[in-house]
């Protein structure tokens, strides 16, 4: 079979999960061509996998003069293939515009959910139009745009399979990592996530605000296990304000910027904290599970179908719900015991890239079937 994947810029989970899909159609005999900006080869190297990698400029939000050019590129560049698989919604809308759709079988991955207001979110209302009533199937990461997509009237919409890679063992014990991050014995709350306005990051500090009461220290200075340290590793547009609120309030929170050993302090943290306001199925949460760490999360988009029963879920933006949430894993006897088992148990049950792409085979088989309509 000979398959396009059309993606637009990324940094993160969407250009992996192409990636993983890739490799894994390759490896079964398959063509694969790669069509995106140049940017998403860079960092990714589809061309090491096996695909063959064509740029195409797909921007990161509308520029009328340059998506025409783009509709025109994938038009030329897709067109012997069997299906195109597109991944985001202007990738899929730019497809779609390129004519395929209907009787030249088009699949979109709806990977995150549409956030934009004013002219951009107009704009990108009329995107999801287009996806809904020209995709042969839509796959989504999160029921909720399984919903918007259904109501806008797309006829066969499916939960995508998106595995997380497998973790990569830590280099250094707890304890190490501990002494690094200067916690002592105080409950360690990680939080893996991109510095910016999505990540509810206020939120998370407004938690971590307290109050908390403070374990004596013992006769060696060490600090027992009062108050937490709240971690967080990543970077992005909101360090500078985050840090200005850290230092005034005092807060125990430590940012990391971007980190390479998220295996290390996962193996050191209590559990994974995240107060994001929409999330389809995040790395970091699988990552979490997968190293058997308990999530205290918001209760949005794909989390809680990842999460189960693993975790506490809370509401977006309510910051007592999710203090409490902390103050009941780190205080409730048993309850913290209880999640770790759990979460053992979800990460053994996190799908991997064969399942993946077996599944997206599936797909494209049934999408190439001939249609009455």
Known sequence: MRVAFVLGTTSGGTGRHVRMLAEGLTRRGHQVLVAGPRSVEEQFAYGETGARFVEVAVADRPRPVADVRAVLALR???????????????????????????????????????????????????????????????????????????????????????????????????????????????????????????????????????????APADGEGRTGRGRPLFVVAGEGPLRGELERRIATEGLP???????????????????????????????????????????????????????????????????????????????EPGTAERLSAAAVRRGQEMPDGDEATENVLVVYETVRMPRDD
């Open 253 to 331: 929170v430590t940012l990391l910027g971007n980190r390479d050993d998220v295996p290390d302090l996962l193996g050191a943290a209590t559990a994974v904290v995240t107060a994001t306001r929409w999330e389809g199925q995040p790395l970091s949460i699988r990552e979490a599970l997968m190293a058997g760490k308990p999530v205290i999360a918001t209760a949005v988009g794909g989390i809680p179908e990842i999460v189960g029963d693993a975790g506490i879920l809370v509401p977006y933006g309510d910051v007592r719900a999710l203090r409490e949430a902390v103050r009941t894993f780190l205080e």
């Open 76 to 214: 030329r560049v897709t067109r012997d293939a069997d299906v195109v698989h597109a991944h985001g919604l202007r990738a899929g809308a730019l497809a779609a515009l390129g004519g395929w759709g209907r009787r030249r079988p088009l699949v979109v991955t709806l990977h995150n959910a549409l956030t934009a207001g004013g002219l951009v979110g107009f704009v990108y209302g009329v995107l999801e139009r287009i996806v809904a009533r020209r995709a042969d199937r839509v796959l989504v990461v999160s029921p909720d745009l399984g919903d918007r997509m259904t109501a806008l009237g797309a006829r066969d919409v499916r939960a995508a399979v998106v595995p997380a890679p497998p973790l990569r063992p830590a280099k250094r014990t707890p304890r190490e990592v501990a002494d690094e991050l200067g916690a002592g014995e105080r409950p360690i709350l990680l939080t893996v996530a991109r510095l910016a306005q999505q990540k509810g990051l206020e939120t998370l500090l407004d938690v971590a605000a307290g109050p908390w009461e403070e």
